[in-house]
């Protein structure tokens, strides 16, 4: 089973005394950064009772970690937001700046991304936040680039422009050098626009260096969009309206 979203002490104290409820049940970890992979494997008098021992086991696994769990062990985090998105039947679009193009290459390393990805913009520039996306230049002055409004900005660009379902965009800093005492290094805003025209937007402060950063800020924001095709009803696409 790989999750995301939890630290390994914090995955380990969860199936606390999971092993021990389960008699020759043994739960296993590693750290794939930024997921985390949890095994179960069982011992018994035989394979048939191995087996349900382990089937078990591993149910009141899921059932401790729930949707922190994303999938087994063929699945990447990507791929697993890209089968979300054609359930849906949603396009998706990209605005990015911090991240300088990882969550497009996350989804686009999975094949069938063309299903749904209409756009990843890397609008690294303010220049190219205003002329690609529409930011507003008194929008950025006002606020500063990293900042909630901006990102809003962006993904609702980016969902204009590019005419797609949900529109995800990140702005922050990512380090070594650029933060300040109100955005320290680590700061990020991630901005969702939403079918139903509502844009959401959170604020994260990420522990790490500059990669483990962009890294933990991209599964953040594929995170937001599946959670947002989990928690939401299917809604047709403007064109197959009659």
Not at 19 to 44: Q, S
Not at 75 to 99: H, M, P, Q
Request: hydrophobic share 40%.
């Amino acid at each position: 089973m790989r999750t995301f979203g939890l630290p390994e002490s914090v995955v380990g104290e969860k199936l606390a005394g999971v092993e021990e409820d389960f008699p020759g049940a043994t739960i296993g970890y590693r750290a794939h950064f930024p997921e985390i992979e949890v095994k179960v494997l069982a011992k018994a008098a035989s394979s048939s009772a191995a087996r349900d021992l382990c089937e078990r086991a591993t149910a009141e696994v899921r059932a401790r970690l729930g949707s922190y769990i994303f999938g087994d062990e063929n699945d990447s985090f990507a791929g697993v937001v890209g089968r979300a998105l054609r359930t849906k039947n949603w396009t998706l679009a990209i605005a990015e700046s911090c991240t300088g193009g990882l969550v497009g290459h996350m989804l686009t390393r999975e094949p069938g991304a063309s299903d749904f990805l209409l756009l990843d913009a890397v609008t690294y520039a303010n220049s190219s936040k205003a002329r690609v996306l529409g930011v507003d230049e008194e929008t950025i002055r006002w606020h500063g680039a990293v900042s909630s409004e901006v990102a809003a900005a962006m993904a609702l660009g980016a969902k204009r422009v590019s005419g797609a379902d949900v529109a995800l965009a990140l702005t922050g800093v990512a380090g070594p050098s650029g933060g300040s005492e109100q955005k320290p290094v680590g700061t990020v805003f991630i901005a969702l626009a939403r079918p139903d025209g509502t844009t959401d937007v959170k604020h994260r402060v990420f522990p790490g260096e500059r990669l483990q950063i962009q890294a933990l800020a991209s599964y953040a924001g594929l995170q937001l969009v599946r959670e947002l095709c989990a928690a939401r009803p299917a809604e047709p696409r403007a064109s197959e309206h009659g």
